[in-house]
């Protein structure tokens, strides 16, 4: 792929996101775009964010570190969207502005701790096992309210909503409940708490259904880098 491919990719992907809302009666500014780029090298990245992509996404914090290190001094947010050990908060930290996947008390407790020895607050988001699949992390359904409660105390931590990763399917319409689920959740926690407001769900083959269905950030690997 040359930069021009992923600078066109990024275009289209840019539209599809306007014409999902246009379909919804949304606001696209209301939907922030996150460049998926595990496996991607630095030198990729670069002409993606140059074409305006605001925000990167990292699945593994080793990796992420060495590029922002080679990215340093660019204009972009960098999100953490992997599975962390606890003894992965501090490099999660060091390399990411938001962590998307707190999946454990345990997690959230060791974030918060070290958040308040660096004197900042960090924006997560509680990821939300939305298709009760073993094989993935996140919080269950039943569970939400009460991990919400004992995400509280933790002054360091800004909880703004909820991440998922529903079930695969070749088709996106089959994604749909499950989106549909997560907007539920939402509505119902903010209800309570005004500050969780945004959902992080849709991927490359359906962030156009998520969109529809309410989401406020898409992750999108693929349809912007290619294949991995
Ligand atoms: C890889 C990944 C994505 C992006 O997937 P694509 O299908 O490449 O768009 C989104 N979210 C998470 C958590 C991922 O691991």
């Given at each position: 792929m040359t930069d021009c491919d992923v600078?066109?990719?990024?275009?289209?992907?840019?539209?599809?996101?306007?014409?999902?809302?246009?379909?919804?009666?949304?606001?696209?500014?209301?939907?922030?775009?996150?460049?998926?780029?595990?496996?991607?090298?630095?030198?990729?990245?670069?002409?993606?964010?140059?074409?305006?992509?605001e925000i990167i996404g990292e699945n593994y914090m080793q990796e992420a570190k060495s590029k922002r290190d080679a990215l340093a001094g660019l204009p972009v947010l960098w999100h953490c969207i992997g599975h962390l050990q606890a003894n992965k908060a501090k490099i999660a930290l060091e390399c990411c502005d938001w962590i998307e996947s707190v999946d454990s008390v345990g997690l959230a407790a060791e974030l918060n701790r070290r958040a308040g020895l660096s004197g900042r607050k960090v924006p997560v988001l509680i990821q939300v096992n939305i298709g009760s699949e073993e094989t993935k992390n996140g919080i269950g359904e039943s569970e939400l309210t009460s991990f919400v409660e004992s995400c509280r105390g933790f002054e360091r931590l800004e909880l703004r909503g909820l991440m998922a990763l529903p079930p695969f399917f070749d088709q996106p319409e089959r994604v749909r409940p499950f989106f549909r689920r997560m907007r539920e959740l939402l509505d119902q926690l903010r209800a309570r708490d005004e500050n969780l407001c945004e959902l992080s769900m849709g991927m490359s083959g359906d962030f156009e259904v998520a969109i529809e269905e309410g989401a406020t950030i898409v992750r999108v690997g693929t349809a912007i880098f290619g294949h991995r």
């Open positions: 600078a066109q990719n990024l275009a289209g992907v840019r539209r599809r996101i306007e014409a999902a809302c246009e379909r919804a009666r949304r606001d696209p500014a209301l939907v922030k775009l996150v460049g998926v780029t595990k496996t991607v090298p630095a030198e990729r990245i670069k002409p993606a964010i140059e074409a305006g992509l």
